[in-house]
């Protein structure tokens, strides 16, 4: 899931499995990090959170993991679904009285029937 | 019904007009801001606005300007002096105090200038 150049990175996986979406930020001192889902033509949605003092949230069959050593972020959707076919955002909050949220460029998810 | 709305949903310009994207939030939100994405891309920050009456540069801002007169307002004009307006805009939203500082999103407005 890490970009390269200006296209965005993609993922194809099959109906029912396990999808695996990774993102990397830039800042250690990012303190809070959401992942969005962004359907053709629509405006992105949040999906789930995560503050810098947890490892995991888990949600409706997405979890988030953050591995803060190695400043990366995940996200598993588990049991893939062809309504789950978009690009996903991760997004980084530098913390403090900064309130803008840094975007990464994105993973593009296909998921085959 | 709290959110956010961008109108209207896809427009066409001829080379050398100015159009303007009108993006309103009813959510209270303090913050605004506007972003563009082209095909495959991410998202480029044009202008954001913490508060009315005030509004910061992003990253992308040559050929833009945004005014913020209500709290629930924020409206881009693309003027004739950017070199590629065809896009994606988006709007959005988010608190600026208390942490946790999600943006909530407009539909987008899909702008084509030929």
């Known amino acids: 899931g890490e970009s390269v150049g200006l296209h965005l990175p993609t993922l194809s996986v099959q109906e029912g499995d396990n999808s695996i979406i990774n993102c990397a930020y830039s800042?250690?001192?990012?303190?809070?990090f959401i992942w969005y889902k962004q359907e053709s033509g629509k405006g992105p949605q949040f999906i789930i959170d995560?503050?810098?003092?947890?490892d995991k949230r888990q949600g409706q069959r997405v979890t988030v993991l953050l591995n803060k050593t190695v400043k990366h972020l995940s996200l598993q959707i588990a049991a893939t679904q062809p309504g789950d076919s978009a690009v996903y955002f991760c997004a980084e909050n530098k913390g403090g009285s900064n309130y803008k949220l840094t975007f990464g460029k994105g993973t593009l998810l296909t998921v085959n029937p | 019904d709290g959110g956010i709305t961008q109108s209207p949903k896809y427009l066409f310009r001829k080379e050398g007009q100015n159009v303007t994207l009108s993006c309103e939030q009813n959510?209270?939100?303090?913050?605004m801001y506007w972003y563009r994405q082209d095909p495959g891309q991410g998202l480029r920050l044009i202008y954001y606005?913490?508060?009315?009456?005030?509004?910061q540069k992003g990253d992308i801002a040559e050929g833009y300007s945004v005014s913020r007169e209500k709290k629930e307002s924020f409206p881009l004009t693309v003027t004739s002096a950017q070199k590629n307006p065809t896009a994606f805009y988006l709007c959005a939203s988010s608190y600026v105090t208390g942490g946790g500082y999600e943006q909530y999103f407009g539909p987008g407005t899909r702008l084509t200038v030929t």
């Open positions: 959510l209270n939100h303090d913050a």
């Open positions: 606005s913490q508060i009315v009456n005030d509004f």
């Open positions: 995560i503050r810098s003092n947890m």
């Open positions: 800042n250690s001192a990012s303190d809070y």
